[in-house]
């Protein structure tokens, strides 16, 4: 692991003792499925959003316990930057949970270590942030007489109600389906088909619990679940010093978009970005990442002993064991180097972490450091003496181009025109329903709902915008209160 | 109010108190309130009543609704924020310093004159030294509360008083820094709530807190009720220098109620183990938490079928100017293990193991974790902080990069937890071996008496306190020469259940 403090070192050898020999037996008999397939071996997405090949990942299960989200965060980023967005917070709502991250400056933000399921591991990775809500949530009522929504979850099976597989709770997909912000006519990825009806023998049964009529306490599962998930965004959001008024909001996942357009409201964001590849982000993530292997190590240099060539000296180290450890094929460009030093006051518990180059003066480091520290905390302290605690070295190289909008033209030939019957803030409405691809330019004014291959974006009154060249829906909010 | 429109109040009220905690944690400076988040951040109604409060330090629970009521009868203005650490007026113990800020209905088109008071935003962190004769401000041997630092009567906390005060602290750069970062969270509640009063109302908006209250009532009503009615006692002793001292408790449940009677236990010590009365009932309202459901909001409601019975002038309801570091921290826990001894858990190691080692330079204090009581369904966790603390340990290689000192062992101290069909926690080893000359000051319990176990389970062992192998008693202070080595063996938890 190379980083001091013993419990998070210790803890991280073990949770990576445990999973490899699981992992690399599932991983060999992936690739060897691939091979009979005559499919290429395929590489591994690690927690830190970058890939790395199939054998060495066997060999460390620790660097992919965030494998999933990390490609779903940087599809969102790679979307996000093509539709034109450097800021943005990327909202991934699933079946039992959603999944937040920030994307910064094009890049998503990265934490040098963090706590899966209570053990703490030392290693780079993603900054994600997991709420239980989802779509198959369910809904109660608790002792005091107030609806919750969730932690437990339906799940995939036997799923909500309306999905027919013997769930017989309500959960917040039923309270979509029953509001006709998702429709019975419109299978679910996947071919899933919908009961309108289970869903409204499931809420009924609640509503009277709650005495409440069933279409309000169909709304109210959505406002509970939408609140849960903004106090999430919020905590996020202030812990890293972040106005998420000046962010675009990115929903993806089955049921992100459902709930954006409430969500963003909530936190005053005008923007909402939703890629056509909603339910796939994390394939997508995947393609076009980097494969990149980091090593770290260390080092408590201060005072006299942080110097230009002292640090020179660790990179080039770290430098040469992360391009040999990359296992990148031999044909193509050799990896890149990137440094991260991980700094603090002397005496302080924590570090922060800096960019810089590969022979950085102490001098810049502090620089940039100062600047982070007064971001995060507030303030800095020229006076106090810097203490380089470890240097990280990722050796990277780069992941493919892919265009997302090249058969966006056809697309528009499935582009199908209904409305359907909706209710909303308590009102009966027409939603317009758009189905299919929508081509580029396709306009889109709320209230609307868009219904993309594997996700549906609800575009409440007061939202309007359209497809941009690579099917991504962009759409802003009017600031009126609807 | 429906149970949706609740349950969205009561998410936003409780979102407004996470905000305020995450600003407090951001913008302190000091370790304690920012790696060991020992800050709690709450709301309160214009009437003083606690509507919400984020989750951070048990021993705060009851504590922060004592801090606004000595504020109440003042007078209240915009953009003014009050001070406080007595903890005869509202506080805990010294180090623990409230800010109070007042919340006014938002300004008017016309400019705002006729701004009503609508609630209270407050804060509470543990400042790393509030002055006094011992760096950190934790002596091991106080006997009057001027002993322990600075006493800071409820008062206008502005420029002038923020100087005055950190002058008389050590570091007072970062008292500052940690004072604006507790007026800064009062600032966000006031802007929140203010915000929400503005989009719901201002009738929909004292509803909520209402509703919010009542509902925590209605949880914690239904929970007692499933207890069975009728008296149950119990005590337990404190190991003070002078000798045990008696902590007695009766507690009755009748139907949907309960009292918790503490007449019997000892009179207040020369030392400094004694609890005002707002410690003594933040450990009652966190032993209620475990025997009824930690989902119910932390708040008035949630504690008004609780009645708490201390006698003015005992331990548990002590006279100012009494001595009272070691009631915040050990006393505590002790009124904590009654309550739940009372209604039959065996209890874990039941003192925090407060260890100060320092010289001119360098200050280093810790608390060190133990073995946690067995419950009737699964066994105690070993090596954790127990009950009213809830910290991170120092990593070894940390503390020795920073101080004249060597860890000789950290490990479990193996068949420490009491036996049982399920096993109480193990306790912990910490041996450290001085490199420099250093003082030494330890407050620690059950070193004389071991943590029990219930309905047939063993007892945990008790803990040991040993300088180069001979015992030492459970409060002492000294010095260590170099190569002089100081062992902990923290106490392991009750076990619960006769062992097959």
Redesign the interface.
């Known amino acids: 692991v190379g980083t ?5 070192r210790a803890s991280t050898t073990e949770v990576d003792a445990a999973l490899s020999p699981l992992l690399a037996g599932y991983l060999h008999r992936l690739a060897e499925r691939c091979d009979e397939a005559g499919v290429p071996e395929p590489t591994i997405m690690q927690s830190n959003g970058g890939l790395i090949d199939l054998e060495s990942a066997a060999g460390h299960a620790a660097w992919t316990v965030l494998s999933g989200p990390a490609g779903g965060a940087a599809g969102a980023a790679y979307v996000a930057r093509a539709a034109g967005i450097s800021d943005a917070l990327c909202f991934d709502m699933g079946g039992t949970s959603c999944d937040v991250c920030v994307v910064q400056d094009g890049a998503v933000q990265e934490q040098s270590a963090g706590t899966i399921a209570d053990r703490p591991l030392a290693l780079p990775m993603v900054a994600v942030h997991t709420v239980g809500a989802g779509g198959g949530s369910i809904a109660w ?8 929504v969730g932690p437990r979850s339906a799940g995939a099976d036997p799923g909500p109600a309306c999905y027919g597989r013997g769930g017989t709770e309500p959960t917040v997909t039923d309270a979509n389906l029953l509001l006709g912000y998702l429709s019975s006519d419109a299978p679910l990825a996947g071919g899933v088909e919908l009961d309108v009806e289970a869903s409204e023998r499931a809420i009924t049964g609640l509503a009277e619990d ?3 009529e069933p279409l ?2 169909a ?2 599962i959505i ?2 679940a939408n ?2 998930m ?2 999430a965004l ?2 996020v959001t ?2 890293r ?1 972040i106005d998420p008024r000046g962010y675009a909001l990115l929903a993806f996942g089955g049921a992100g978009g459902l709930h954006a357009a409430q969500i963003a409201g909530e936190l005053g964001i005008t923007e909402i970005i939703c890629p056509r590849a909603s339910g796939v982000l994390a394939a997508l993530g995947l393609v076009v990442s980097p494969r990149r292997r980091d090593v770290q190590r260390s080092v ?1 240099l201060g005072g006299d002993d942080l110097h230009r060539d002292a640090i020179a000296e660790v990179v080039a180290e770290l430098g040469e064991q992360a391009r040999t450890e990359l296992n990148a094929p031999d044909e193509g460009p050799e990896a890149e180097l990137g440094a991260t030093f991980e700094l603090r006051y002397r ?4 570090e922060l972490a800096v960019q810089g180059s590969l022979e950085p003066e102490p001098e810049q480091l502090r620089e940039a450091f100062e600047r982070l520290h007064e971001e ?4 800095y302290d020229s006076d106090q003496e810097l203490e380089l605690v470890t240097v990280r070295v990722s050796a990277t190289v780069a992941g493919a181009e892919v265009s997302l909008g090249e058969d966006s033209e056809q697309a528009g030939d499935e582009l199908e025109r209904a409305s359907r019957a909706a209710t909303l803030d308590g009102e009966q409405i027409e939603l317009e329903v758009l189905r299919g691809s929508a081509p580029a330019g396709t306009e889109i004014s709320g209230p609307a709902v868009v219904e993309l291959p594997e996700s549906t974006l609800l575009v409440t009154p007061g939202w309007s915008g359209e497809v941009d060249q690579n099917g991504t829906i962009k759409i802003r909010s009017d600031g009126g209160d609807h | 109010m ?3 429109e ?3 109040l ?3 009220l ?2 407004i108190c ?2 305020m905690g ?2 407090l944690i ?2 302190a ?1 000091s ?1 304690n309130i ?2 060991r988040r020992d800050a709690s951040t709450a709301l309160f109604s214009a009437e003083g009543e606690m509507v919400m409060q984020a989750e951070h330090i048990p021993v705060h629970l009851g504590a922060m609704p004592a801090a606004v009521a000595s504020v109440l009868g003042k007078e209240q203005a915009p953009e003014r924020s009050w001070i406080l650490n007595d903890p005869y007026r509202g506080g805990t113990h010294l180090p623990d310093i409230t800010v109070i800020t007042p919340i006014f209905s938002p300004e008017d088109a016309s400019g705002g004159r006729d701004r009503r008071l609508i609630a209270f935003a407050a804060s509470r962190a543990h400042h790393a030294d509030v002055g006094g004769p011992t760096p950190g401000s934790m002596p091991a041997d106080s006997t009057t509360l001027e002993d322990e630092g600075v006493v800071i009567e409820p008062r206008v906390l502005d420029d002038a008083a923020i100087s005055e005060l950190s002058e008389q602290m050590r570091r007072p750069d970062q008292r500052r ?1 940690d004072l604006r ?1 507790q007026l800064a969270a009062g600032r966000v509640g006031a802007l929140r709530l203010s915000a929400l009063e503005q989009r719901v109302g201002p009738e929909a908006l004292q509803e909520a807190f209402t509703e919010v209250l009542d ?2 009532e ?2 914690t009503r ?2 007692l009720s499933k207890l069975e009615d009728g008296e149950r006692t119990a005590q337990d002793v404190l190991e003070a220098r002078e000798g045990d001292l008696r902590i007695a408790l009766r507690a009755e449940v009748h139907g949907d109620r309960l009292t918790l009677d503490f007449t019997g236990t000892d009179d207040q010590h020369e030392g400094n183990l004694n609890c005002p009365l707002a410690v003594t009932r933040s450990a009652c309202y966190f032993a209620i938490r475990v025997l009824t ?1 930690p ?2 909001p932390a708040n008035a409601g949630a504690y008004r079928p609780v009645v708490v019975i201390a006698p003015e002038g005992s331990l548990l309801n002590a006279r100012s100017p009494a001595a009272v570091v070691g009631g915040n921290v050990e006393t505590s826990s002790r009124v904590a293990d009654v309550v739940l001894a009372a209604f039959g858990r065996a209890l874990g190691q039941g003192t925090m193991n407060n260890l100060t080692l320092g010289d001119d330079d360098v200050v280093y204090y810790e608390t060190i974790g133990g073995g946690q009581g067995a419950c009737e369904d699964a066994a105690g966790p070993s090596g954790v902080h127990v009950a009213m603390s809830n910290t991170l ?6 503390l020795e ?2 101080f004249p000192m060597r860890m000789i062992e950290y490990s479990l101290r193996r068949d420490s937890g009491g036996a049982g069909e399920y096993r109480g926690g193990d306790g912990v080893v910490r041996e450290i071996e001085a490199l420099a000359p250093l003082h030494y000051s330890l407050i620690t319990e059950r070193r004389r008496h071991a943590p029990p176990g219930a309905h047939g389970g063993g007892d945990g062992a008790p803990g040991r306190n040993l300088l180069d192998g001979s015992e030492l008693e459970p409060k002492a202070i000294g010095e260590l020469e170099p190569g002089q080595r100081l062992r902990i063996e923290t106490p392991g938890g009750g076990g619960y259940g006769k062992a097959r």
């Not at chain 1, 009522?141 to 919750?148: E, S, T, Y």
């Not at chain 2, 340990?393 to 940390?398: G, K, R």
């Open positions: 001091f403090r013993e419990f998070e009522r608790d002792p005091g007489g107030a609806l919750r709650l005495d409440l309000a306490c709304e109210g406002r509970v609140a849960e903004v106090r919020r905590v202030v812990q010093g408590f005496g302080q518990a924590f995060r905390y507030g303030y | 429906d149970p949706v609740l349950q969205v009561t998410g936003a409780h979102a996470e905000e995450a600003v951001r913008s400076h370790a920012k790696e820094a970062a509902y925590a209605r949880r239904a929970c459901d989902d119910i340990n120092t990593p070894i290689e940390a990069l920073e």
